[in-house]
Protein backbone atom coordinates (compact mmCIF):
# COMPACT_ATOMS: atom_id res chain seq x y z
CA UNK A 1 0.00 0.00 0.00
CA UNK A 2 1.18 3.35 -1.07
CA UNK A 3 1.35 5.92 1.45
CA UNK A 4 0.44 8.86 0.32
CA UNK A 5 2.39 12.30 1.00
CA UNK A 6 1.43 15.14 2.57
CA UNK A 7 2.28 18.39 1.10
CA UNK A 8 4.79 20.65 2.96
CA UNK A 9 3.96 24.05 3.33
CA UNK A 10 6.86 26.42 2.89
CA UNK A 11 8.29 27.93 6.30
CA UNK A 12 6.70 24.56 8.36
CA UNK A 13 9.41 22.44 10.22
CA UNK A 14 8.12 19.09 9.92
CA UNK A 15 7.26 17.32 13.14
CA UNK A 16 6.67 13.94 14.47
CA UNK A 17 2.80 12.53 14.16
CA UNK A 18 2.81 12.41 18.11
CA UNK A 19 3.68 15.91 18.56
CA UNK A 20 0.04 16.36 16.66
CA UNK A 21 -1.53 15.87 20.79
CA UNK A 22 0.31 18.74 23.15
CA UNK A 23 -2.79 18.46 25.39
CA UNK A 24 -2.05 14.53 25.93
CA UNK A 25 1.97 14.61 27.05
CA UNK A 26 1.03 17.51 29.43
CA UNK A 27 -1.51 15.33 31.09
CA UNK A 28 1.02 12.58 31.48
CA UNK A 29 3.25 15.00 32.79
CA UNK A 30 1.05 16.16 35.63
CA UNK A 31 -0.08 13.02 36.52
CA UNK A 32 3.58 11.60 36.92
CA UNK A 33 4.59 14.63 39.05
CA UNK A 34 1.62 14.27 41.38
CA UNK A 35 1.78 10.68 42.30
CA UNK A 36 3.87 9.36 45.52
CA UNK A 37 6.04 6.78 45.79
CA UNK A 38 3.51 4.94 47.17
CA UNK A 39 1.37 5.19 44.66
CA UNK A 40 4.49 4.30 42.33
CA UNK A 41 4.76 0.96 44.50
CA UNK A 42 0.92 0.32 43.93
CA UNK A 43 0.72 0.72 40.09
CA UNK A 44 4.50 -1.09 39.31
CA UNK A 45 4.99 -4.71 40.45
CA UNK A 46 7.91 -4.73 43.14
CA UNK A 47 10.22 -7.78 42.24
CA UNK A 48 10.16 -8.71 45.93
CA UNK A 49 7.28 -8.34 47.77
CA UNK A 50 7.53 -5.73 51.02
CA UNK A 51 8.39 -7.74 54.28
CA UNK A 52 7.08 -6.60 57.74
CA UNK A 53 9.95 -4.74 59.08
CA UNK A 54 10.24 -2.82 55.58
CA UNK A 55 6.67 -1.95 56.39
CA UNK A 56 7.38 -0.59 59.78
CA UNK A 57 10.20 1.21 59.02
CA UNK A 58 7.82 2.96 55.58
CA UNK A 59 5.04 3.88 58.65
CA UNK A 60 7.73 5.22 61.28
CA UNK A 61 7.51 8.93 62.03
CA UNK A 62 10.59 11.15 60.99
CA UNK A 63 10.74 13.34 63.26
CA UNK A 64 11.39 12.37 67.47
CA UNK A 65 8.09 13.90 68.45
CA UNK A 66 5.89 12.90 65.91
CA UNK A 67 3.27 10.34 66.22
CA UNK A 68 1.25 10.43 63.04
CA UNK A 69 3.42 8.65 59.70
CA UNK A 70 6.13 10.80 57.95
CA UNK A 71 3.53 11.46 54.91
CA UNK A 72 1.05 13.07 57.30
CA UNK A 73 3.49 15.25 59.62
CA UNK A 74 4.17 19.18 59.46
CA UNK A 75 7.32 19.73 60.26
CA UNK A 76 6.69 23.64 61.18
CA UNK A 77 4.47 22.40 63.98
CA UNK A 78 7.35 20.08 65.50
CA UNK A 79 8.93 22.78 69.01
CA UNK A 80 12.36 20.60 68.40
CA UNK A 81 13.37 21.32 64.66
CA UNK A 82 17.09 22.02 64.59
CA UNK A 83 17.06 23.54 61.64
CA UNK A 84 15.13 26.82 63.43
CA UNK A 85 17.30 27.82 65.81
CA UNK A 86 15.45 31.15 66.82
CA UNK A 87 12.40 28.58 68.16
CA UNK A 88 15.15 27.16 70.63
CA UNK A 89 16.02 30.51 71.79
CA UNK A 90 12.06 31.56 72.29
CA UNK A 91 11.69 28.72 74.55
CA UNK A 92 14.68 29.31 76.97
CA UNK A 93 13.66 32.91 76.59
CA UNK A 94 10.08 32.46 77.88
CA UNK A 95 11.59 29.63 80.52
CA UNK A 96 13.82 32.54 81.89
CA UNK A 97 10.74 34.59 81.87
CA UNK A 98 8.90 32.38 83.48
CA UNK A 99 11.51 31.32 86.31
CA UNK A 100 12.16 35.20 86.52
CA UNK A 101 8.59 35.68 87.54
CA UNK A 102 8.24 33.15 89.81
CA UNK A 103 11.07 34.48 91.52
CA UNK A 104 10.07 38.02 91.97
CA UNK A 105 6.21 36.45 93.00
CA UNK A 106 8.18 34.46 95.56
CA UNK A 107 9.95 37.27 97.04
CA UNK A 108 7.21 39.64 96.66
CA UNK A 109 6.01 37.11 99.49
CA UNK A 110 8.76 37.15 101.29
CA UNK A 111 8.34 41.11 102.26
CA UNK A 112 5.19 40.64 102.84
CA UNK A 113 5.67 37.78 105.30
CA UNK A 114 8.01 39.43 107.11
CA UNK A 115 6.17 43.06 107.29
CA UNK A 116 3.48 41.48 108.59
CA UNK A 117 5.44 39.59 111.28
CA UNK A 118 7.02 42.86 111.71
CA UNK A 119 3.73 44.52 112.27
CA UNK A 120 2.62 41.88 114.75
CA UNK A 121 5.62 41.92 117.12
CA UNK A 122 5.19 45.62 116.97
CA UNK A 123 1.80 45.29 118.16
CA UNK A 124 2.48 42.71 120.64
CA UNK A 125 5.38 44.61 122.29
CA UNK A 126 4.39 46.68 124.84
CA UNK A 127 5.29 50.40 124.23
CA UNK A 128 8.80 51.26 126.57
CA UNK A 129 8.44 54.45 128.90
CA UNK A 130 11.07 56.87 127.83
CA UNK A 131 11.24 57.88 131.42
CA UNK A 132 11.95 54.32 132.67
CA UNK A 133 15.65 53.31 132.96
CA UNK A 134 15.59 50.28 134.54
CA UNK A 135 15.40 48.02 131.55
CA UNK A 136 19.05 49.66 131.26
CA UNK A 137 21.72 47.46 133.13
CA UNK A 138 24.81 47.69 131.33
CA UNK A 139 26.65 50.64 130.59
CA UNK A 140 27.18 49.59 127.06
CA UNK A 141 23.69 49.98 126.65
CA UNK A 142 23.24 53.31 128.45
CA UNK A 143 25.42 54.49 126.36
CA UNK A 144 23.26 53.06 122.89
CA UNK A 145 20.01 54.78 123.96
CA UNK A 146 22.54 58.14 125.02
CA UNK A 147 23.53 58.44 121.57
CA UNK A 148 20.13 57.54 119.86
CA UNK A 149 18.35 60.36 121.84
CA UNK A 150 20.72 62.81 121.17
CA UNK A 151 20.38 61.92 117.50
CA UNK A 152 16.85 62.43 117.53
CA UNK A 153 16.92 65.51 119.44
CA UNK A 154 19.41 67.24 116.84
CA UNK A 155 17.33 66.11 113.60
CA UNK A 156 13.61 67.02 115.39
CA UNK A 157 14.25 69.39 118.30
CA UNK A 158 10.64 69.63 119.72
CA UNK A 159 9.85 69.79 123.55
CA UNK A 160 9.16 66.07 124.41
CA UNK A 161 12.33 65.30 122.31
CA UNK A 162 14.15 67.49 124.65
CA UNK A 163 12.42 66.22 127.93
CA UNK A 164 13.32 62.75 126.62
CA UNK A 165 17.15 64.07 126.45
CA UNK A 166 17.23 65.62 129.85
CA UNK A 167 15.61 62.68 131.50
CA UNK A 168 18.82 60.74 129.96
CA UNK A 169 21.71 63.37 131.01
CA UNK A 170 19.60 63.42 134.76
CA UNK A 171 20.28 59.58 135.05
CA UNK A 172 23.93 59.30 133.97
CA UNK A 173 24.53 61.88 136.82
CA UNK A 174 22.80 60.22 139.31
CA UNK A 175 24.64 56.88 138.04
CA UNK A 176 27.88 59.17 138.24
CA UNK A 177 27.57 60.76 141.99
CA UNK A 178 26.27 57.19 143.07
CA UNK A 179 29.93 55.81 141.77
CA UNK A 180 31.74 58.58 143.53
CA UNK A 181 29.98 57.99 146.88
CA UNK A 182 31.01 54.34 146.48
CA UNK A 183 34.19 55.22 145.64
CA UNK A 184 34.56 57.51 148.49
CA UNK A 185 33.13 54.98 150.79
CA UNK A 186 35.86 52.36 149.64
CA UNK A 187 38.80 54.49 150.39
CA UNK A 188 37.54 54.83 153.43
CA UNK A 189 37.01 50.94 154.30
CA UNK A 190 40.09 49.70 152.72
CA UNK A 191 42.59 52.38 153.25
CA UNK A 192 45.39 49.83 152.41
CA UNK A 193 44.75 50.54 149.03
CA UNK A 194 44.23 54.16 148.93
CA UNK A 195 47.56 55.23 147.11
CA UNK A 196 46.82 59.18 148.15
CA UNK A 197 47.15 58.25 151.61
CA UNK A 198 50.77 57.73 151.75
CA UNK A 199 51.06 60.18 148.31
CA UNK A 200 48.64 63.18 148.95
CA UNK A 201 47.86 65.12 146.35
CA UNK A 202 46.71 68.37 147.77
CA UNK A 203 48.34 71.81 147.64
CA UNK A 204 48.92 72.37 151.21
CA UNK A 205 49.98 68.61 151.74
CA UNK A 206 52.20 68.64 148.86
CA UNK A 207 54.06 71.72 149.71
CA UNK A 208 54.06 70.43 153.21
CA UNK A 209 56.19 67.65 151.82
CA UNK A 210 58.42 69.73 149.71
CA UNK A 211 59.36 71.25 152.69
CA UNK A 212 60.47 67.85 154.45
CA UNK A 213 62.22 66.77 151.56
CA UNK A 214 64.32 69.77 151.33
CA UNK A 215 65.15 69.66 154.93
CA UNK A 216 66.17 66.20 154.42
CA UNK A 217 67.96 67.39 151.85
CA UNK A 218 69.84 70.50 153.39
CA UNK A 219 70.88 68.21 156.17
CA UNK A 220 72.17 65.31 154.12
CA UNK A 221 74.42 68.07 152.19
CA UNK A 222 75.81 69.46 155.25
CA UNK A 223 76.65 66.41 156.95
CA UNK A 224 79.12 65.43 153.55
CA UNK A 225 80.71 69.04 154.85
CA UNK A 226 84.33 68.21 154.98
CA UNK A 227 84.26 64.72 153.56
CA UNK A 228 82.79 65.45 149.88
CA UNK A 229 83.66 68.30 147.21
CA UNK A 230 82.87 69.13 143.73
CA UNK A 231 84.44 68.35 140.27
CA UNK A 232 83.42 70.59 137.40
CA UNK A 233 84.60 68.94 134.18
CA UNK A 234 84.69 70.78 131.12
CA UNK A 235 85.61 72.12 127.77
CA UNK A 236 87.22 75.76 127.31
CA UNK A 237 85.38 77.64 125.00
CA UNK A 238 81.87 75.45 125.06
CA UNK A 239 78.69 77.79 125.56
CA UNK A 240 77.60 75.29 127.99
CA UNK A 241 80.89 75.84 130.30
CA UNK A 242 80.17 79.21 131.03
CA UNK A 243 76.42 78.15 131.69
CA UNK A 244 77.07 75.62 134.30
CA UNK A 245 79.90 77.01 135.65
CA UNK A 246 77.75 79.52 137.64
CA UNK A 247 75.32 77.19 139.36
CA UNK A 248 78.34 74.77 140.44
CA UNK A 249 79.83 77.62 142.09
CA UNK A 250 76.55 79.07 143.66
CA UNK A 251 76.03 75.14 145.17
CA UNK A 252 79.50 74.84 146.14
CA UNK A 253 79.14 78.32 148.61
CA UNK A 254 75.98 77.25 149.47
CA UNK A 255 76.96 74.09 151.10
CA UNK A 256 80.58 75.35 151.74
CA UNK A 257 81.98 72.28 149.43
CA UNK A 258 85.22 72.81 148.16
CA UNK A 259 85.11 73.06 144.22
CA UNK A 260 87.86 71.41 141.46
CA UNK A 261 87.70 73.13 137.85
CA UNK A 262 89.48 70.70 135.05
CA UNK A 263 89.66 71.74 131.77
CA UNK A 264 89.71 68.74 129.04
CA UNK A 265 91.77 70.74 126.52
CA UNK A 266 95.28 69.95 125.16
CA UNK A 267 96.49 72.85 125.36
CA UNK A 268 96.03 72.72 129.01
CA UNK A 269 99.17 71.10 130.01
CA UNK A 270 99.36 72.35 133.78
CA UNK A 271 97.80 74.85 136.46
CA UNK A 272 96.16 77.44 134.49
CA UNK A 273 94.67 80.45 135.71
CA UNK A 274 90.52 80.27 135.12
CA UNK A 275 90.65 83.99 133.64
CA UNK A 276 92.84 82.34 131.34
CA UNK A 277 90.06 80.26 129.98
CA UNK A 278 86.99 80.83 128.15
CA UNK A 279 84.48 79.81 130.21
CA UNK A 280 86.28 79.29 133.09
CA UNK A 281 86.88 83.18 134.38
CA UNK A 282 84.69 82.90 137.65
CA UNK A 283 87.42 79.83 138.73
CA UNK A 284 90.82 80.72 140.64
CA UNK A 285 92.73 77.82 139.17
CA UNK A 286 92.02 75.43 136.49
CA UNK A 287 93.68 71.70 136.56
CA UNK A 288 94.57 70.04 133.27
CA UNK A 289 92.61 67.09 132.50
CA UNK A 290 93.61 63.79 133.59
CA UNK A 291 94.34 62.52 137.02
CA UNK A 292 91.09 63.87 138.89
CA UNK A 293 88.57 62.39 136.33
CA UNK A 294 90.23 59.30 135.36
CA UNK A 295 90.68 58.63 139.28
CA UNK A 296 86.28 59.02 138.95
CA UNK A 297 86.40 56.69 136.10
CA UNK A 298 85.18 59.29 133.41
CA UNK A 299 85.64 58.29 130.31
CA UNK A 300 83.09 60.43 128.28
CA UNK A 301 81.58 64.18 129.02
CA UNK A 302 77.82 64.65 128.62
CA UNK A 303 76.73 66.42 125.67
CA UNK A 304 78.47 69.99 126.05
CA UNK A 305 81.11 69.30 127.35
CA UNK A 306 80.37 69.28 130.82
CA UNK A 307 80.43 67.13 133.95
CA UNK A 308 79.80 67.64 137.94
CA UNK A 309 80.46 64.99 140.17
CA UNK A 310 80.19 64.80 143.76
CA UNK A 311 82.89 62.42 145.32
CA UNK A 312 83.23 61.28 149.00
CA UNK A 313 86.05 59.86 150.83
CA UNK A 314 87.95 59.05 147.27
CA UNK A 315 85.05 56.50 146.13
CA UNK A 316 84.16 56.89 142.45
CA UNK A 317 80.07 56.90 142.46
CA UNK A 318 79.78 56.42 138.63
CA UNK A 319 80.61 57.94 135.25
CA UNK A 320 79.07 61.21 133.08
CA UNK A 321 77.20 59.55 130.40
CA UNK A 322 77.68 61.37 126.72
Known sequence: MKISEKKQIPGEVPYAPWVKKPFS????????LTLTPMSFASVFA???????????EMHKPLLPNATTPWWE??????????????GIEKRKADAKKAEDERHAREQIRETMREKALKEQNNQAKPKE???????????????AEREKRLNVAIMN?????????????RTRVGVVDRFAQAWQLGRLLYPM??????????NFATTALTDVKREETAQRLKSLNGDAGLIFI?????????????PVRAFARTWNL???????????????????LKGFEGFDEVLPDGEPRRALGHQNLPRGGTCTHASSDGEAPGLCAP
Open 73 to 86: EDVWADPDRPFLYY
Open 46 to 56: LSDAPTEPHLE
Open 157 to 169: PTIDNMAVLSSDQ
Open 234 to 246: AKPGDPLTDIASE
Open 258 to 276: PLIATAVDETVKAKTRGKD
Open 129 to 143: DPFDFSRFTTVESLK
Open 193 to 202: FDYTATHPSA
Open 25 to 32: ILFALTIG
